[in-house]
């Protein structure tokens, strides 16, 4: 996975955690997503809703706090409207 800045604790866990022990599409299906949505996290482009973040906890373990404020809704990526 390329490096990209850490943005916050909860992308830096989710980084750790995809990578070798599971995989970003396994967490995508867990949370009825898509795996675009998951890797947008890990690369710091999105930061996931509150909500998001405790079903994050709720599997990874990752505290959801550690994703910091965490907007109302999933943030867009760069260049999103």
Do not use: F, H
């Amino acid at each position: 996975m390329p490096e990209t800045d850490i943005k916050n604790e909860g992308q830096r866990r989710l980084r750790a955690l995809v990578t070798p022990t599971i995989k970003a599409s396994e967490l995508a299906r867990r949370l009825k997503i898509s795996p675009a949505a998951v890797s947008l996290w890990v690369q710091g482009e999105n930061t996931p809703t509150e909500e998001r973040a405790a079903e994050i906890e709720a599997i990874t373990g990752i505290p959801a706090p550690t994703w910091g404020k965490a907007p109302r809704a999933e943030k867009k990526g760069k260049g999103a409207k």
